[in-house]
């Protein structure tokens, strides 16, 4: 599986931005995709998931409310609108795909978030 991301960049605190990954290769049997972000010196954390069956979501407490995971089973993309973008979001988005029984993990290169203030 190869995950390709777009559409990060520089924006004021407030802004919005949208998130895209790109799910090609062995796509069958993927069972969740989502986006994990790591600030400068910091683990790498959850921000939010989905099934690609059945579209259960799950978010991060620090960005529930402003952040909205969705995913087009047609195009194998899932995405991240974020809203009310605010500082502490600033870190590399990594999105992930976890395939097969044993939830196999695939990451993609990340792109870069930073919100100013």
């Known amino acids: 599986v190869q995950l390709a991301e777009s559409g990060g960049g520089l924006v004021q605190a407030g802004d919005s931005l949208r998130l895209s990954c790109a799910a090609s290769?062995?796509?069958?049997?993927?069972?969740?995709m989502g986006w994990y972000r790591q600030a400068p010196g910091k683990g790498r954390e959850l921000a939010a998931t989905?099934?690609?069956?059945?579209?259960?979501?799950n978010y991060a407490d620090s960005v529930k409310g402003r952040f909205t995971i969705s995913m087009d089973n047609a195009r194998n993309t899932v995405y991240l609108q974020m809203n009310s973008l605010k500082p502490e979001d600033t870190a590399v988005y990594y999105c992930?795909?976890?395939?097969?029984?044993?939830?196999?993990?695939?990451w993609g290169q990340g792109t870069q978030v930073t919100v100013s203030s």
């Open positions: 992930n795909a976890q395939r097969g029984r044993w939830g196999l993990d695939y």
């Open positions: 290769g062995s796509t069958f049997r993927i069972n969740t």
């Open positions: 989905i099934t690609t069956s059945g579209g259960d979501t």
